[in-house]
C-alpha cells in the first residue's frame, strides 16, 4: 500500500473528526446549558411524588376497574360512601361522603345520609341521584370479569342480573327492568339514599368501600355515552378519574409511560399536601432501583426477590430488622391481606396408573403438611418477605383468632411426617413406588422452587414416595386444574373487601368455593357454617363460627398453608407521612390522599459539566498530536 | 471501466454533487421504469399468501396450546365462576372446530377488526399498534443509523488495517457485540450513563422512556406522526425534540450494537473478498489512490451483502426491540407485545406478529430495490 497517498486524506479525516467532535460537544453541551439547571435540590421537585412500577393502569371506570394499577388511581381521585378509619392499618368502617348511616333492625336495609359538603372537583354537589345512579350503572354494565359479581350481588335484585345468561355484551331489557323494579338502591331525598340487601349480610358496608361503590357524576357520564346496560362506557374507561370528589383528579394518562394526577383544589375535605402524582411504568426492576437511588424516584415497586438489594440480610433475617444498606432509603415491611402461595390438594386425584387416591387420605395430608419447611421457604425463597400460612383468614381481619392458629399450624417435622406416611402406606392409601407431579405455573420462581423444597424433603424421608416437579403455562395450568386433574397445585387469594367472607367460602365451601372445588371436597355442614357466618350479625357469635372452619380446615389438611406475603414499601427517606393499610389497591402512593408529602430540603447538588469536559479532554487532546503526526 | 481519478469517493467527495445528482437520476429511472413497477406490484401480491401463512401459524399455535379459555383470563385473575367461563368460550366460539375459529378470525381480519388488545384496557388492536408502533420504528431507525454508521465505516477500516491493532480491536468489538444479550449490555448502559454519572452530579442521559415526565408537563406536545423528534420539530416544541433525542441515544445503541457487530464482520469479510480481485489490483496498477480503490471501486461491491444483512436486520431490530423497550421502559410495540404474552392476550400478540412480517416483508423489497441501484448489474425482473 501506497503510505504517501494517504496523507492528503488523513489531514481531511482530521479535520473531519474535529468538526465531528466540536458539534456533539457543542450540541450536548448546548442541550445541558439550555435544558438543565446549575443545581439541583437534594430533594427533588418537592411537591411531586414520583411512583415508579409495573402494570398499566387497565380502565379508570370504577364500576369495571379490578386491578391494582386501576384500583390506586381510582382511589386517590374517586371516593364510595363509606371507608376505613385513616390514616393507620384499621379496616373499620368510618364516614367518608356519607357523614352517617342507620341498618335496620333485620340487617337488610341501609339508609346512607350524604355529607352536604361533599362536591365533584367540577364543583357540582354529591346528590343521592348520583349514589343511586353509581350503584345501579356498576350493577347494569355488569362486566362478568369486574368486580360487580363479587361485591354487589347481595344488593336486592342484583343477583338476578348478574348471574343472567345473556346480560353482558347485550342490553337485556327485561333483566334491566326487572332489577330496576326490585328497588335496590333507592332515592329518599337528595342528601338520603337507601339501599335494600336481599338478604341481611354482615359485610356489606366492607363491600361499599370498594372501588366498584365510588360516586361518578350522573350529569357528566350521561353527557359522554350515558349507560347502556351489559356494556363498557368507552369514554368513562378513559376519562373517569379526571372528575371525581377525591382529592386528586387525573390529568395525564399515556399508555405504558405514565399516569399523572394533580392536587384537587376544590376538594371538599382536607386537602392534600403534595400537588402531583405521577405513576411511571418501568417493567425492569434494575431500572426501577436505579432511579430510586439516583433520586429520579421518590417510592418503587421491588419484589422479594430483590430485597436484599435495598436491606440488610443479615439483620432482615436473624430479628426482623429492616436496616436500609443504602443511605437515604426507607424501607417497611408490613402483613398483608392476600392469602398466598399454598398448595392444594386434590382429594379426588386418581394414579392413572394404580388407582391409588392418596390425597383422600387424611394422614398423607398429614404427611404433607408435616414434609413441608416453611421456615426456609420463607427465608431463603421469598427472603423473609412472609410469614407462615394462617389458614384461610389473613391476620388482622377480623376472624382471625392468632391464639387457635398458632396451636393449629402445622411446623416442618420429618419424624412426624415419616410417621403419618406410614400410617397411610398402612392403610392401604399408596404402595411403595408412588409417584405424584407437583405442578405450578411457567415463571413463578418462589412457586418452582417451593415444589422442589417439599419434594427434596418427602424424598429424604424413605417412605416410598416420591413427588416430581412439572411446570405448566398459564393456560394448561388452568385447564387442567379447572378439569381437577392435578393432584397437587398452588393457589391463593387477594382481598375485595375487609371480611373473611371474601376468604373463607373460597376455601371451605365445596358447593361454590372456587379452590374447594378444585381441590373435590365438599361437606354439606360446613357449608351451613359459611353460609350462616356471612349474615350473622352477632360479631362473637360470627367468630365462633369462623373458628370452627378456620379448625375443620387445619384438622382435614386439604391446604398446606405456606405463607401470607409481606407488603414491601421502599422509598426515599424524604417521603413523610406514610402508612400502610392492607386495603389500599396501591399502599405506595394512596396516602398521598391522607397528608403524605415530600420534605423540603433545602440543600442544593451542584450540577457542574466541567469534570466531564476534563474527563474528554483527558481522553482526547492527548491522542490529537498522533493523528496530526501522521497526518503530516 | 475507466474511473475518475480524483482523490473522493461517492461518500466523501468533493464534488458530490454531481455523483448524487448521477445517481437521483439513475434512481429515478429505476423507480418511474415500468418494469419496476411491475416487480413491486408482484412483490406486494406475493406478500398476500405469506401472510395468509403467518396467520395460520399464529393463530394454531396459539390455539393447540391449552386452554384457549385461558387467552381470555389472566394468571392474576383467578376468580372467574364457571359460568363466567363458560360465556366468553361461546362468545369467542371456542367449541367450535379450529378450521371455523380461524375463519372468524380472518374475517374479523379482513373487516379492520384486530380483535380487543386485553393488554392495552381493551382498546382494539389496529389502535394500540397506531399508538406504540411509532415509538418502535423511531427507536428502530435511529439504532439503524447508529449500526450502518459505525459498522461500516469500522468495517472498512479493519479489512484494510488487516491484522493491524485496529483491526484486532474492531474484532473484539464486534465478538463483544455479538455475543452480549442485549438487555445486559442495556442494563450496563444505564449503570454507566444514567446512574454514575447522576450520582456523581454530572450530565446524564436518561435511563429509559421517549421524554422526561416534567419536560413533558412543560411542553405538552401535539401528536402528529407519533414519532415524538418529527413532531418536536414540525411543531417547533424544541424542548421535546431535544429531551426524546437524548432519550434515544441509549436504547438506541443497546439495540444497535449486534447488528452494529455483524455489520462490521460482514463488512470486513466481504471488503477482504473484494480486495482480492483482478479489478482492484488493475486499478492500483494504474496509480489511483488508495482511497479512491477503496472508496470508489472496492466498496460498492463489498456493500451488497451488507446491505441484505442491513434488510434482514431491519426486522430483527424490531423483534430486538422487545427487550430493549424492556429494560428502557421505551413504551414501544415490543413492550406491548411482551405484555400481550405474559397474559396470553392472543389478538395482540398476532396483530404484533402480522405487522412485523409485513415490516419484514416490505424491508426486504427495498433491500432488492436498493441492490439495482447499487450495482447496476442486478437486475429486476
Not at chain 1, 350493577?139 to 344488593?155: F, K, Q, R
Not at chain 1, 403419618?420 to 411403595?432: E, H, T, V, W
Request: charged fraction near 20%.
Amino acid at each position: 500500500m501506497s503510505e504517501k497517498k494517504t496523507s492528503g486524506t488523513s489531514k481531511k479525516t482530521l479535520a473531519a473528526l474535529v468538526i465531528i467532535v466540536i458539534i456533539v460537544i457543542a450540541g450536548v453541551g448546548g442541550y445541558y446549558y439550555m435544558y438543565l439547571p446549575s443545581t439541583r435540590p437534594l430533594v427533588p421537585n418537592p411537591d411531586t411524588l414520583v411512583h415508579t412500577t409495573f402494570g398499566d393502569v387497565d380502565k379508570m371506570d370504577p364500576a369495571v376497574a379490578y386491578d391494582t394499577a386501576s384500583g390506586q388511581i381510582i382511589e386517590l381521585t374517586m371516593e364510595t360512601l363509606v371507608y376505613y378509619k385513616l390514616p393507620g392499618a384499621s379496616t373499620e368502617i368510618a364516614p367518608k361522603l356519607a357523614k352517617s348511616w342507620d341498618v335496620s333492625p333485620d340487617g337488610k336495609v341501609y339508609t346512607f345520609h350524604l355529607d352536604e359538603t361533599a362536591k365533584f372537583n367540577d364543583g357540582s354537589p354529591v346528590t343521592a341521584e348520583d349514589v343511586k345512579y353509581s350503584i345501579d350503572r356498576a350493577v347494569l354494565i355488569g362486566d362478568p370479569d369486574g368486580p360487580a359479581p363479587i361485591l354487589l350481588i347481595h344488593i336486592l335484585g342484583a343477583a338476578d342480573y348478574l348471574y343472567c345468561e345473556d346480560c353482558w355484551q347485550n342490553t337485556n331489557q327485561a333483566a334491566v327492568d326487572a332489577y330496576l323494579n326490585a328497588g335496590g338502591v333507592k332515592v329518599i331525598d337528595p342528601l338520603t339514599v337507601q339501599i335494600t340487601l336481599d338478604a341481611a349480610y354482615a359485610p356489606f358496608l366492607s363491600t361499599m368501600a370498594y372501588s366498584v361503590a365510588s360516586v361518578v357524576n350522573k350529569d357528566l357520564v350521561e353527557a359522554n355515552g350515558g349507560l347502556t346496560p351489559g356494556f363498557y362506557n368507552e369514554w368513562m374507561n378513559q376519562h373517569a378519574t379526571e372528575v371525581g370528589t377525591g382529592p386528586f383528579k387525573l390529568v395525564e394518562w399515556t399508555p405504558k409511560q405514565r399516569v399523572v394526577v394533580e392536587r384537587n383544589e376544590n376538594y371538599w375535605g382536607t386537602p392534600a399536601k403534595l400537588a402531583r402524582v405521577i405513576v411511571n411504568e418501568v417493567d425492569e426492576v434494575g431500572t426501577r432501583e436505579l432511579a430510586l437511588f439516583a433520586g429520579d424516584a421518590d417510592v418503587i415497586t421491588l419484589p422479594a426477590t430483590n430485597l436484599f438489594d435495598v436491606i440488610d440480610k443479615d439483620k432482615w433475617l436473624s430479628n426482623k430488622e429492616v436496616v436500609p444498606i443504602k443511605p437515604g432509603l426507607s424501607v417497611s415491611m408490613d402483613p398483608t391481606y392476600t392469602v398466598s402461595p399454598n398448595f392444594g390438594l386434590n382429594t379426588k386425584w386418581k394414579d392413572p396408573v394404580t388407582g391409588a387416591m392418596p390425597l383422600d387420605n387424611k394422614d398423607f395430608r398429614y404427611g404433607m403438611s408435616y414434609a413441608f419447611d416453611y421456615k426456609t421457604f420463607i427465608d431463603t425463597v421469598v427472603n423473609g418477605a412472609a410469614i407462615q400460612g394462617v389458614g384461610p383468614i389473613p391476620p388482622g381481619m377480623f376472624g382471625y383468632n392468632e391464639e387457635l392458629v398458632k396451636s393449629l399450624q402445622f411446623s416442618y417435622s420429618p419424624d412426624k411426617a415419616k410417621e403419618y406416611f406410614l400410617k397411610a402406606k398402612a392403610a392401604g392409601a399408596y404402595s411403595d413406588g408412588q409417584t405424584i407431579t407437583l405442578y405450578y405455573n411457567t415463571g413463578n420462581e418462589a412457586r418452582r422452587r417451593g415444589c422442589l423444597l417439599l419434594k427434596d424433603s418427602v424424598a429424604a424421608l424413605g417412605v416410598g414416595l416420591t413427588l416430581e416437579v412439572q411446570e405448566l403455562d398459564w393456560p394448561t395450568f388452568l385447564a387442567k386444574t379447572r378439569a381437577r386433574e392435578l393432584p397437587i397445585f398452588f393457589i391463593g387469594w387477594a382481598p375485595d373487601f375487609a371480611d373473611p367472607d371474601d376468604y373463607v367460602p373460597v376455601f371451605a365451601n365445596g358447593e361454590i368455593g372456587t379452590f374447594a372445588r378444585r381441590q373435590g371436597f365438599n361437606n354439606p355442614e360446613i357449608n351451613a357454617k359459611v353460609d350462616e357466618a356471612a349474615i350473622e350479625s352477632d360479631p362473637a357469635k360470627r367468630k365462633a363460627l369462623y373458628d370452627e372452619v378456620t379448625t375443620w380446615l387445619f384438622q382435614e389438611a386439604y391446604t398446606i398453608w405456606v405463607g401470607v406475603p409481606l407488603n414491601i414499601h421502599v422509598a426515599r427517606d424524604w417521603v413523610k407521612g406514610w402508612f400502610y393499610n392492607p386495603m389500599f389497591a396501591g399502599p405506595d402512593i394512596v396516602p398521598a390522599a391522607y397528608g403524605m408529602y415530600k420534605e423540603e430540603r433545602t440543600d442544593q447538588v451542584a450540577i457542574t459539566i466541567e469534570p466531564l469536559a476534563l474527563v474528554i479532554a483527558a481522553t482526547v487532546v492527548p491522542t490529537l498530536p498522533n493523528y496530526a503526526r501522521k497526518g503530516a | 471501466m475507466r474511473a475518475k481519478a480524483h482523490s473522493s469517493s461517492s461518500f466523501f467527495c468533493s464534488d458530490c454533487s454531481a455523483t448524487l445528482l448521477a445517481q437521483s437520476v439513475f434512481l429515478l429511472r429505476l423507480v418511474s421504469s415500468v418494469k419496476l413497477r411491475h416487480y413491486v406490484i408482484r412483490r406486494l401480491l406475493l406478500m398476500i399468501p405469506v401472510l395468509i401463512g403467518v396467520s395460520m401459524m399464529t393463530f394454531t399455535l396459539s390455539h393447540v396450546i391449552g386452554d384457549p379459555v385461558a387467552a381470555y383470563i389472566s394468571s392474576q385473575d383467578v376468580k372467574l365462576s364457571e359460568q363466567q367461563i363458560q360465556r366468553i368460550v361461546e362468545a369467542h366460539h371456542l367449541d367450535d372446530p379450529l378450521y371455523v375459529q380461524y375463519f372468524y378470525y380472518i374475517s374479523d381480519l379482513l373487516r379492520g377488526d384486530w380483535g380487543i388488545s386485553r393488554t392495552d384496557s381493551d382498546r382494539p388492536v389496529i389502535e394500540s399498534i397506531q399508538r406504540y408502533f411509532p415509538a418502535t420504528a423511531e427507536l428502530t431507525m435511529v439504532s439503524m443509523v447508529f449500526a450502518l454508521a459505525l459498522g461500516i465505516p469500522i468495517g472498512i477500516i479493519s479489512a484494510v488495517r488487516k491484522d493491524r491493532p485496529e483491526d484486532h480491536a474492531t474484532r473484539v468489538f464486534s465478538l463483544v457485540g455479538v455475543s452480549m444479550p442485549v438487555f445486559w449490555l442495556a442494563l450496563l448502559l444505564q449503570y454507566a450513563f444514567y446512574y454514575q454519572l447522576k450520582i456523581h452530579n454530572l450530565p446524564n442521559l436518561p435511563s429509559g422512556g421517549r421524554v422526561d415526565q416534567f419536560v413533558w408537563i412543560d411542553n405538552p406536545l401535539h401528536v402528529v406522526t407519533g414519532l415524538y423528534t418529527v413532531d418536536g420539530l414540525i411543531t417547533g416544541n424544541f424542548a421535546i425534540f431535544f429531551d426524546a433525542l437524548v432519550h434515544l441515544i441509549l436504547p438506541g445503541f443497546a439495540l444497535s450494537y449486534v447488528f452494529m457487530a455483524v455489520f462490521v464482520r460482514m463488512m470486513r469479510s466481504s471488503m477482504l473478498e473484494v480486495m482480492r480481485q483482478d479489478y482492484i489490483t488493475l486499478a492500483r496498477s494504474k496509480g489511483l489512490s488508495e482511497r479512491v480503490v477503496i472508496y470508489r471501486h472496492a466498496l460498492r461491491n463489498a456493500m451488497i451483502p451488507t446491505v441484505t444483512v442491513a434488510g434482514l436486520a431491519f426486522g430483527g431490530l424490531l423483534a430486538g426491540a422487545v427487550l430493549t423497550e424492556t429494560v428502557f421502559s421505551f413504551p414501544g410495540i415490543g413492550r406491548w407485545s411482551v405484555s400481550a404474552i405474559v397474559r396470553d392476550d392472543i389478538a395482540s400478540i398476532m396483530g404484533f406478529m402480522l405487522i412485523i412480517a409485513v415490516v419484514y416483508m416490505l424491508a426486504n423489497l427495498i433491500v432488492d430495490l436498493l441492490y439495482a441501484w447499487i450495482d447496476p448489474r442486478i437486475r429486476l425482473g
